[in-house]
């Protein structure tokens, strides 16, 4: 039996993401709630053949409230693209609602700019007394599924991009991104030059522009998005059943005191929030893991990705501490 609920399910990822939770027959309910369009998006949904009841909300008749009374998951797609101002207060008063009604699930954030959107809905919990690191995730599988199916790509074989994987550490914006391609799965190939290399790491760290070009300025990604939010929602569920699994996303290095130090000291800077890798369990974040070894290039990215994360996480813990809650 699990609720599971998604913020912003009428947008364009926040519809494809409902419909991915739709069928992940461990969801038994799913609630939608979105400033417009819901009860269609819900009776749309409802009529498949999964076990999940679906129900769309609507903000009138405390509408947010009913969405997230008993929610285990929360997914949070709200926002408009590419308008990091606005988002900022959108993920804060979702988060309040979260807080107040719905403190112990999991929270799951898609909306961007998420290097500052986490710290934004974990300054809004510790307001509340209710922040538990473990369970607060910035969404980064885009970049890890980027990276697998680039990297496939390059190595001559893109149907073998479901066996590739790619730590990628860092955030979750441009130079912040960072792909570890040297501890690739299966290791790269010998013939992939430093200059491919490069070329590779800023593709998956510039990805999104591709899309928002080929869509011709009319959106960013949404169903590769939805696709990689549903799964990591999915693993969150996975671990919740007692499966061990380790996947990398944006979170609070205190989540974990010692895994985080040990990435404290392996950046050389104190941050708040970074995209590590994680070992999930029942009650969320179990472990962080060190980044391990990186090469001269890696740790040069590494450098350059501090000041930019550093310079998110203190805009979106501003944001709150001058907001009225
Ligand atoms: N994490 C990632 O990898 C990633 C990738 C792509 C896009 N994004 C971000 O995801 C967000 C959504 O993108 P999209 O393409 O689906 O946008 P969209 O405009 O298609 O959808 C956003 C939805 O949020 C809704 N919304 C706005 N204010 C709301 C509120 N207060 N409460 C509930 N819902 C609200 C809108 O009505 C809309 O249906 C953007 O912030 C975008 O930048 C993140």
Redesign the pocket.
């Given at each position: 039996m699990v609720h599971a609920v998604v913020?912003?399910a009428?947008?364009?990822?926040?519809q494809p993401v409902s419909l991915l939770l739709k069928t992940n027959p461990i969801i038994t309910k799913l609630s939608l709630?979105?400033?417009?369009n819901t009860p269609g998006v819900a009776a749309d949904l409802s009529h498949i053949s999964t076990p999940a009841v679906v129900t769309g909300y609507l903000p009138p008749d405390d509408g947010l409230k009913k969405t997230l009374e008993g929610a285990e998951i929360v997914v949070i797609?709200?926002?408009?693209?590419?308008k990091p101002g606005i988002?900022a207060g959108?993920v804060r008063?979702?988060a309040t609602a979260i807080a107040t009604t719905a403190p112990k699930a999991f929270i799951l954030v898609?909306?961007?700019p998420?290097n500052s959107t986490v710290p934004i809905v974990a300054e809004v919990l510790k307001k509340h007394n209710v922040y538990d690191p473990k369970r607060l995730f910035g969404?980064t599988t885009?970049d890890i599924v980027r990276a697998s199916t680039f990297l496939a790509e390059v190595n001559g074989d893109v149907t073998a991009a479901p066996t590739v994987t790619v730590p990628v550490l860092g955030g979750?914006s441009g130079v912040t991104i960072l792909p570890i391609l040297s501890q690739a799965q299966p290791s790269l190939s010998k013939n992939l030059d430093q200059a491919a290399i490069e070329a590779l790491t800023k593709r998956i760290q510039f990805g999104?522009d591709e899309v928002v070009k080929a869509k011709d300025g009319a959106?960013?990604?949404?169903l590769s998005?939805a696709y990689a939010g549903a799964e990591f929602a999915a693993k969150i569920l996975k671990a919740v059943k007692g499966e061990e699994v380790i996947t990398q996303s944006y979170v609070s290095l205190d989540a974990c005191t010692e895994g985080g130090k040990k990435v404290a000291q392996e950046i050389g800077t104190p941050l708040e929030f970074f995209s590590v890798s994680v070992k999930l369990g029942p009650n969320g974040i179990e472990k962080i893991l060190p980044l391990g070894d990186l090469n001269e290039y890696e740790k040069g990215l590494l450098k350059a990705a501090i000041p930019e994360l550093q310079e998110s996480i203190t805009k979106g813990v501003n944001f709150i501490s001058t907001s009225k809650l």
């Open positions: 913020l912003g009428a947008g364009g990822i926040g709630f979105d400033i417009v797609p709200a926002g408009v693209p590419r988002n959108i008063d979702l898609i909306s961007n998420v969404v885009l979750h999104g959106g960013s990604a949404t998005m």
